[in-house]
């Protein structure tokens, strides 16, 4: 029996089709082993699972699938490590931060008091113009002014007739230049005696400013390896991360020490780390605030290095001290928070390296952009030379465990002119009529 040749071109086609299938489906020896890592079996209940096959990768890292099995359970800053902290590192909590003392050689006895102060004035006073009148009438009222007895020599000297009748009755003006002067003198006495407390941030502040720092440089070290073949896991770039210069030479040992605890097993914390990384691809933009800074307060926060209020800009008074403030100054408050924050976590502080980590200043914090064009102001020209100086001396005088009366947020905002001190309403008064009665009889 004879096929029609319209049937026997129909079987063909077929067969080349069922053939090109089959050919397709086949991948050669050589090029399965240039595709895929060599597999590895796990062993599950006695039974032999191979590993899931993952291709080699020429950039970027693979999806941790699990998403870390370690979850946080203790907070990173609890109590006992808080308490620690302070103690090797030397830095005040927080709950004893704001906490004025006086210096090493005073008391509290030795402030003065002020009625008892306005009483021997008075008294003083008294004194000077009963002795000026009497002298001006030719008597003395009081026989010790005219006569001076030294005890430990037993001599008494006479004071000559001719120089106490030189002597004149006190003017009012007299008396009111007598009684300021004298008014200045305790005020400097005062100011001597006024206790201050220790400069430098808190040791919460400084551990929450570790995490962040040692997250930023967690970033870093992941952007290099984006092109290195032989990294394929984002967790790899994290081994012995705590010991590269980048963050031993780089930070203070506070820092290190914030560093291991991140890399203690079971703990959770490296996981916290690593998340916010494995889900990003963005390899170009990594570094720029608006990846990076996202992922500190992420990090930090999840692990309970820091909390949620230490990544808000606040633009409202918190009491009626700051009633008075702009935008201006709520800016630099950030700002300098963030900067005294950063520079006593540098290890070494020079004239060449407080420019650039004032420069950068602003990337580190959240701002919308109306406040960034602010914050960018303070990083140019004559403020950036100013401000630069007073993180300089200020690092120096955390260093010597220096005493003050003013944060330092405050005093650089006031030296720069971006905020106005406050003044006690009683206060500014007292001294607007001291300056008026200078006025009138100086």
Known sequence: MKLPSHFLLALTFLLLCVSTLVYSDEVSEEEYDDYYEDEVEETVGGTSIPAQKQPTLVAGFH????GGVHQV??????????????EVFDCV???????????????????????????????????????????????????????????????????????????????????QELRMKER?????????????????????????GACKAIVEEFGVAVKNAVNNA?????????????????????YIDLVTDVCKRIEQENSGYKEALLQPFEQDDQWDKLLTPASINPKKQKVCVDMGACELEQ??????????????????????????????????????VTETNIIPIVANTCDRLTLAPHYREVCLEL???????????????????????????????????????????????????????QETMEAVFF
């Open 63 to 66: 999806k941790n699938v699990g």
């Open 73 to 86: 359970t203790i907070p990173f800053l609890e109590e006992e490590y808080l308490n620690l902290t302070a």
């Open 93 to 175: 909590k927080r709950v004893d931060s704001g906490i004025l003392a006086l210096e090493p050689n005073s008391t509290e006895d030795e402030e003065p008091d002020i009625t008892q102060q306005v009483n021997d004035l008075r008294k003083k006073m008294e004194e000077v113009v009963s002795v000026a009148a009497a002298l001006a009438n030719g008597t003395d009222s009081k026989p010790s002014n005219s006569t001076s007895n030294d005890t430990s020599s037993g001599i008494v000297e006479e004071i000559p007739s001719s120089q106490s009748s030189k002597v004149k009755r006190l003017s009012f003006r007299e008396k």
């Open 184 to 208: 200045r003198e305790q005020e400097a006495a005062r100011e001597q005696l006024r206790p201050k407390f220790r400069l430098g941030a808190d040791c919460e502040t400084l551990v929450c």
């Open 230 to 250: 032989s990294i394929q896991y984002i967790e790899e770039v994290s081994f012995g991360m705590c010991e590269r210069k980048e963050i031993k030479l780089k």
């Open 311 to 348: 990544f808000e800009f606040v633009t409202e008074p918190l009491d009626y001290t700051q009633e008075q403030w702009a935008d201006k100054c709520y800016t630099c408050q950030a700002f300098a928070k963030d900067l005294e924050e950063r520079v006593q976590l540098t290890r070494y």
């Open 379 to 433: 990083t140019k020209g004559k403020l950036l030379d100013d401000i630069s100086w007073l993180a300089k001396v200020h690092s120096e005088s955390v260093l010597r465990k220096a005493k003050a009366e003013q944060a330092f947020p405050d005093k650089l905002c006031e030296e720069i002119d971006w905020c106005k001190a406050y003044i006690d309403p009683v206060k500014l008064r007292e001294k607007q009529a």
